[in-house]
C-alpha cells in the first residue's frame, strides 16, 4: 500500500474553504486515492473518491495533478459540523481488501 | 435504509475477563471487516470475512482475538483474556461486493472497549 502523508491538525473558520493535501510520492499506476471523514464517537464515513484530475460530489472535490504524487481535498464554505478526522487513502482496485488509514489531519471549524 | 449496527456500544471489562463484540452488517453485504482503533489513531485492519469465509486475518494482535460469521451475516470479535493494551475502540464495517479500495466500506459506531 502506498504511504500517505497529511498534516496532522488545521483550524479554520466557518465559510471559508478549507483545503487538505495528501501527498503519496509512491502512488501505484492501478492505485485510487479515496477520502474518509470521521465524527468523534462514530466510524469513518466515505467521502469522495478519484484517480486523475478532478472529481467533485456534493459534499468535496477532490484535485489530483498529474503526476498523481499529491492530491488536495477542497471543503467549500465549511460549517460547525465539519469538524472532524479526515483520512487519505491510497489503494488499487486488485489489491488489499483493507483499508490503511494512516493518522488523518484534525480539521477543527471555529466559529 | 439501516446501517451497519455494533453492540454494546461500550464495554468495560476486568483484566482476564473474556468480552464478545457483535456487529450486524447491512443486508446484503458480502463483505465484512474489524478494525481496531486506538485513542487519537486512524482505524488498524483487523480480520475480513467473504459472506462466511474468513480470507485474512494478518491484523489480529495476538491468538486471544477471534472473530466468525457463521452464516455470513452477523459477525461476532471475540477477545479472551483481555489485557489493558486492548482497550481501543472496535469497528465494524461491510461492503456491497469484495471489497478492495474501490468498494466503498460502510462503518458502524464502534464498540468502545475498557479493560481494567
Known amino acids: 500500500l502506498a504511504k500517505t502523508t497529511q498534516p496532522i491538525s488545521m483550524d479554520s473558520y466557518e465559510g471559508q474553504e478549507v483545503n487538505i493535501t495528501c501527498s503519496h510520492n509512491?502512488?501505484?499506476?492501478?492505485?485510487?486515492i479515496t477520502w474518509y471523514q470521521q465524527f468523534p464517537s462514530q466510524g469513518p464515513r466515505f467521502i469522495i473518491q478519484?484517480?486523475?484530475t478532478k472529481v467533485t460530489n456534493e459534499v468535496a472535490s477532490l484535485f489530483i495533478p498529474a503526476d498523481r504524487k499529491s492530491s488536495t481535498l477542497s471543503l467549500p464554505r465549511v460549517s460547525l459540523s465539519d469538524t472532524a478526522v479526515y483520512y487519505c487513502?491510497?489503494?488499487?482496485?486488485?489489491?488489499?481488501?483493507?483499508?490503511?488509514f494512516g493518522t488523518g489531519t484534525r480539521l477543527t471549524v471555529i466559529p | 435504509g439501516a446501517g451497519v449496527s455494533q453492540s454494546p456500544r461500550y464495554k468495560v471489562a476486568k483484566r482476564g475477563q473474556d468480552v464478545a463484540l457483535r456487529c450486524d452488517p447491512i443486508?446484503?453485504?458480502?463483505?465484512l471487516f474489524w478494525y481496531q482503533q486506538a485513542l487519537g489513531q486512524g482505524p488498524e485492519f483487523l480480520t475480513y470475512?467473504?459472506?462466511?469465509?474468513?480470507?485474512?486475518k494478518s491484523g489480529l494482535p495476538s491468538d486471544r482475538f477471534f472473530a466468525e460469521r457463521p452464516e455470513g451475516s452477523v459477525s461476532t470479535l471475540k477477545i479472551q483474556r483481555t489485557q489493558q493494551e486492548d482497550s481501543a475502540v472496535y469497528l465494524c464495517?461491510?461492503?456491497?461486493?469484495?471489497?478492495?479500495?474501490?468498494?466503498?466500506?460502510?462503518f458502524g459506531p464502534g464498540t468502545r472497549l475498557t479493560v481494567l
Open positions: 509512491n502512488i501505484a499506476t492501478n492505485d485510487y
Open positions: 470475512f467473504q459472506n462466511e469465509a474468513q480470507l485474512d
Open positions: 478519484g484517480y486523475k
Open positions: 464495517a461491510s461492503s456491497l461486493a469484495g471489497g478492495g479500495v474501490t468498494d466503498t466500506q460502510y
Open positions: 487513502l491510497v489503494g488499487s482496485r486488485t489489491g488489499a481488501n483493507n483499508l490503511f
Open positions: 443486508s446484503g453485504h458480502v463483505s
